[in-house]
């Protein structure tokens, strides 16, 4: 955490290479001119003094830079910034050189504000004022504004005239004692009963100095985070002095986180009792000591990069400014550097209007800042304090933004131990708004500044006519807190509605619930079917026929628009699926060879173990199948190859049961005599008789000696044919050898004989 404060050194003092005034060793990071060029009079007063660049640096002291800050304020930063950067060139440290120039013409330092690019100085008078005129790396001289008008509240003994008492305190869990309309008012007791006390939110307060020895206070002395006085350059907050104890200095602050933060159930409790601090102590009180707006600034800087969400402060000034011209937001330091620090880092100030009313215009600065939230107070009854400064601001802007409660409210007697007091001003109705603030980011810490300040302008008691006394109204926690976003009539649960999710106008109260695992209705579950038991991705409630088996669910993984709830067999093949996209019965998931062709299936409809796309021709017929043997001769194609055969051995004569002429189909030697008889041939299969194979080779229904074939005038008494016979080439009725047959008698002579004879085979 950053401890120093930014009074006499910088934030951060980067390593920065020594060189004249005005040199450059490296090209300067941008950085825009934040304060109008110029000088003007100083007549030896604190003076403001603005350089004209940063001097050589690089990005690397960027990343430097945002090392050194709070982590929260790197988020907040990233959160609030387009670019989602937390640091750029107006965040580096003021050129070491360029300070050490001013101390050489003798300027004490007091306050370096890198965001401006400027350094407060002690006393500018005539000579170093024409010497910082000469200096060409000087933009512009002008005098630290003083606060002169009184800006302390009006204090009263005793309380008000009616407490709250036994009053309602409706859902919230605290007794708030006679500060419960502080919450009552700006319904901040309805965020208390949703459990929002501003826990993890860090306020920064920049004050006269705070005292935290009361019975209210003393809780809060373990959630101060950090705390210093800019006066005294020291960690001491509380009074240090006996002037600061005679001029009350720690009063003021003290009273203010009273009434942010008061914790003490049952006598006082604050708007938000669990937030972290940041102690600042930037003003002082005695009246010969100038208010002056670069410790104010050295404050809210602290603050900011230590990580406060936002600051809360109840000072302002009008010295050295012309009122009202310079009320214009963009004229005095303060308002200057508000809108800066609030633009590039999303931090949100909280300002107190001032008590310089009922005149028109009588806000100070930086109240003018379009950035800051001006408070301006009211009565416990809501209409406006006579002494709360107006507005518009000299461009005609509304001012203040808001209000809240800051006529008689109730604080703590701060130089005691216990009791009560009251007190009036603007001063009490920032640090309140301020409170309400921080239960806002407690429940919405994704909010940027300005969807804060959105909802807070949106919500108040005069959103739709707002005016230069209150602005846009009393501010009401509970509506800018849970705002129906989403327009479905409900109020965000965090805030204390009912309505689980306020940006989607599909999910709230009474809403029907979806199949999507989500608590659509806002009773605090979804479905009792919006759940994935088996973990394969489909809901019960949606598409999966089995939410116990993660092999089933009815997403379609490959496309082919069919699920394993659907019966695919394979959801990561598309070629696979339970569809039937030719219509006959039967899928590629069960038997069907070809989708495409309702006359192929795989079904087995005559179940004789075969099916269509196994080859069946007859699926209705149990007696055709590819599995059964083939009966010849009888008309049906058994064993679907297409044929029912009647020439069985393929010798080119159908057999006798096929009304055909070959007697033996089953034997391809043995067929009719295609030749006419008297025919000199030998044949070495069939058709022709082979005299003593007791056979009847062909087919004439005679074997042996009975066969014409078989004449005896040519055979010898061994049954060959005689030598004369083969001479003649010529002899009727020769009997005709088959090899493939049984050979008879005079076999062998014959063989001797065959290449002398004309061969004669049938094809």
Not at 211 to 224: F, G, K
Not at 669 to 680: K, R
Request: net charge negative.
């Amino acid at each position: 955490m950053l401890r120093r404060p930014i009074l006499a050194l910088p934030l951060l003092l980067l390593p920065l290479t020594a060189c004249a005034p005005g040199a450059a060793d490296a090209p300067a990071l941008d950085h825009r001119p934040a304060l109008s060029a110029g000088f003007s009079a100083v007549a030896g007063g604190p003076a403001w003094i603005e350089f004209a660049d940063k001097g050589p640096a690089t990005a690397a002291d960027l990343a430097a830079t945002e090392a050194a800050l709070h982590p929260n304020a790197v988020r907040r930063r990233a959160r609030n910034r387009t670019d989602g950067a937390a640091v750029d060139a107006r965040d580096l440290p003021l050129h070491g050189a360029y300070l050490d120039a001013l101390e050489d013409l003798g300027l004490t330092l007091r306050v370096q504000v890198p965001r401006l690019n400027a350094v407060s100085v002690q006393a500018v008078g005539p000579d170093e004022a024409a010497a910082l005129a000469a200096l060409p790396f000087v933009r512009s001289v002008r005098p630290v504004a003083l606060r002169s008008l009184p800006m302390l509240p009006t204090v009263t003994d005793g309380l008000p005239d009616a407490p709250r008492g036994d009053s309602d305190p409706g859902p919230s869990p605290f007794d708030y004692g006679p500060a419960a309309w502080h919450a009552e008012l700006t319904a901040a007791d309805d965020l208390h009963g949703q459990g929002l006390t501003g826990a993890g939110v860090i306020v920064g307060v920049a004050d006269t100095g705070f005292r935290l020895t009361h019975e209210v206070l003393e809780p809060l002395q373990a959630q101060v985070l950090d705390a210093y006085d800019f006066l005294e350059d020291d960690a001491v907050v509380a009074n240090e002095t006996p002037e600061e104890d005679t001029a009350e200095q720690d009063f003021h602050g003290s009273a203010v986180v009273s009434v942010l933060a008061g914790k003490l159930d049952g006598t006082m409790v604050g708007i938000a009792p669990d937030i972290s601090l940041l102690l600042a102590k930037t003003e002082s009180v005695p009246l010969e000591e100038p208010f002056e707006e670069d410790t104010w600034i050295a404050g809210v800087q602290w603050a900011e990069a230590n990580g406060a969400d936002l600051v809360t402060s109840s000072l302002a000034w009008a010295d050295w400014y012309t009122f009202p011209e310079d009320l214009d937001g963009a004229t005095a330091v303060s308002t200057v550097f508000a809108d800066q620090i609030t633009a590039d880092t999303g931090i949100l100030l909280v300002q107190s209007a001032g008590n310089d009313g009922p005149g028109v215009s009588s806000i100070w600065a930086p109240n003018d800042a379009a950035s800051v939230l001006s408070a301006a107070a009211v009565d416990d009854s809501g209409d406006v304090a006579f002494f709360s400064s107006r507005g518009p601001t000299a461009d005609g802007r509304f001012k203040p933004d808001l209000a809240a409660p800051g006529q008689s409210t109730t604080i703590v007697r701060w130089d005691e131990a216990t009791g009560l007091q009251t007190a009036s001003g603007t001063s009490f109705a920032a640090p309140i708004l301020a409170g309400v603030a921080a239960l806002l980011i407690e429940a919405h810490p994704d909010w940027t500044r300005d969807e804060i300040v959105a909802a807070f302008k949106d919500t108040a008691s005069q959103a739709a006519t707002p005016d230069n006394d209150l602005g846009w109204g009393i501010v009401n926690a509970y509506a800018a807190c849970g705002p129906d976003d989403d327009g479905d009539g409900a109020i965000d649960v965090a805030c204390g509605g009912d309505d689980c999710v306020d940006d989607d106008a599909t999910r709230g109260p009474g809403q029907p619930e979806q199949c999507n695992e989500l608590d659509d209705d806002c009773d605090g579950a979804p479905g009792a079917d919006e759940v994935d038991s088996d973990g394969d991705g489909d809901l019960a409630c949606a598409t999966d026929c089995d939410d116990s088996d993660p092999t089933l669910n009815g997403l379609d993984a490959d496309g082919d628009t069919n699920s394993p709830c659907d019966g695919d067999c394979d959801d990561n093949d598309v070629a696979l699926h339970a569809l039937d996209g030719d219509g006959d019965g039967d899928t590629l998931c069960g038997t069907d060879c070809d989708d495409a062709d309702p006359t192929v299936e795989g079904l087995d409809h005559d179940g004789d173990g075969a099916s269509l796309c196994d080859g069946d021709c007859a699926d209705g017929d149990a007696s055709q199948s590819p599995l059964l043997e083939e009966i010849p001769y009888d008309g049906i194609d058994q064993d679907c190859d297409g044929i029912d055969p009647t020439d069985v051995d393929g010798d080119g004569f159908d057999g006798l049961g096929a009304g055909g002429i070959d007697c033996a189909d089953d034997d391809p030697s043995i067929f009719p005599d295609p030749l006419p008889e008297g025919a000199l041939t030998v044949a070495i299969e069939g058709g022709h008789e082979l005299c003593f194979d007791a056979r009847d080779n062909d087919c004439d229904g005679l074997e042996g000696t009975d066969d014409p074939d078989c004449n005896h005038d040519t055979l010898d008494e061994a049954g060959a044919i005689t030598a004369a016979a083969i001479e003649a080439d010529s002899v009727d009725n020769v009997c005709t050898f088959s090899v493939a047959g049984r050979a008879g008698p005079g076999v062998g002579v014959l063989l001797l004989l065959l290449p002398l004879l004309a061969l004669r085979r049938r094809s």
